[in-house]
């Protein structure tokens, strides 16, 4: 359990800006790509919170950076209409409706800032 609580707080977090940013930021730079980033973030933090931290980092990080390339793929055949569920506002927004090419390079942005933190923390870790 010990494990697990830096990921849940993380996860909490995170996902409590991103849920800030929806309600309140209606575009520009933080709206457009840092959402894009940070939601790669709480994804790698629910994966890990779920696994009680025991997976490895960097497989875990380009796991959600390549989970999120399928979830943008998807959006680019409108996979929420294909499913029915195009009338239903939440399911647009969790889900997505418009493919943008920059939105994967925000995602593996967040995937390569979660693998530098994890090798910056080993760094510290072992040094002590």
Known sequence: MKKRIPYICGFLLLTLAEVLIA?????????NYLGD???????????Q???????????TAVG?????FIV??????????LLGLGGI???RTLIGTSFSPVDLICYAAGSAIICAVIFIKRKITNKS
């Open 23 to 31: 309600l309140f930021i209606h575009g520009g730079f933080v709206r």
């Open 37 to 47: 980033v940070i939601v790669v973030w709480v994804v790698y933090c629910f994966v």
């Open 49 to 59: 919170a779920i696994a009680g931290g025991r997976l490895n980092g960097y497989i």
């Open 64 to 68: 959600v950076m390549i989970f999120a």
């Open 72 to 81: 943008e793929f998807l959006q680019k055949i409108n996979i929420v209409d």
């Open 89 to 91: 506002k939440f399911f």
